[in-house]
């Protein structure tokens, strides 16, 4: 069985003050629910107020981003190792954001990767297509190419924590939705590819979750799809009460 993960990723909001009011508010909302993971990508500079504020919770939280190598002339960044040091438990690689603003590339996340294995570091891999490419008929194409990049030499015994976010560019932040079985189509070529790569034992049992545009009116019937393992939530996880919403959607 996949445990289902709800990740709110908080972009570049909320100061470390508003993060800990978050909290406050949000953690008797979800205490002792344990059907779903649940995990926080704060900004860097409250992961750790963040991290110290939830020990004794059911709740994670991770990076929305990091380097791969361990230390070095890297003005802004932050190393696995920096987030293994203050009990960091996910980070997020290969967003659509930063893909796009920060130039990030295919073989950049397949390095990322291989150093979150390195570090226990448990990765959420995103991939995705932009709606030019669903347009012309590319999704499959973008989806299988972004999976194969990420994973390559990845060897299958460090893959267990594998986890890969289905996340459309065109529905991220814009208030459209991939149809249920837009993103299980999606899902299931990803897992597919996943398959391909490092074993089919293995794809069956990696989470693939869904990003862009979840709310609560909608995560029941996304989370209802046989491949659809959790949801990355945006700005519906920047409320208390709406993210707790969607977290406590109603099981089909």
């Known amino acids: 069985m996949r445990k289902p993960l709800i990740a709110g990723n908080w972009k570049m909001y909320k100061t470390p003050r508003e993060s800990l009011a978050f909290l406050e508010a949000f953690l008797p909302m979800v205490e ?3 059907r779903d ?3 926080l990508f704060p900004t ?12 004794g919770t059911n709740v994670r939280a991770g990076a ?6 361990n230390e070095g002339p890297y003005t802004g960044q932050t190393s696995p190792t920096m987030l293994a040091s203050i009990r960091c438990t996910h980070v997020m690689l290969g967003h659509s954001e930063r893909r796009i603003y920060a130039h990030e590339t295919d073989d950049m996340v397949n390095w990322k990767l291989k150093a979150a294995f390195g570090h226990d570091l448990t990765p959420i891999v995103c991939v995705g297509e932009t709606l ?7 999704t499959e194409a973008v989806l299988r190419w972004q999976i194969a990049c990420a994973l390559n030499g990845v060897e299958r015994e460090v893959a267990s924590s594998l986890i890969i976010a289905y996340e459309p560019v065109w529905a991220i932040g814009t208030g459209s939705t991939a149809t249920p079985s837009q993103v299980q189509e999606a899902h299931r070529i990803i897992r597919r590819e996943v398959a391909e790569r ?9 989470r693939i979750i869904y990003g862009g545009s979840v709310k609560p009116e909608n995560a029941g019937t996304i989370m209802s799809q046989p491949d659809i393992d959790g949801a990355l939530v945006g700005g519906g996880s920047l409320d208390p009460e709406t993210f707790s919403r969607i977290i406590k959607y109603p099981k089909a």
């Open 32 to 34: 002792g629910h344990e």
């Open 37 to 39: 993971e649940i995990v």
């Open 44 to 55: 860097m500079s409250s992961l750790g107020y963040v991290l110290d504020r939830i020990q």
């Open 64 to 69: 929305q981003t990091m380097h791969w190598m």
């Open 132 to 138: 030019d490419k669903r347009q012309t008929g590319l």
């Open 198 to 206: 490092i074993g089919q034992e293995l794809a069956d049992s990696t």
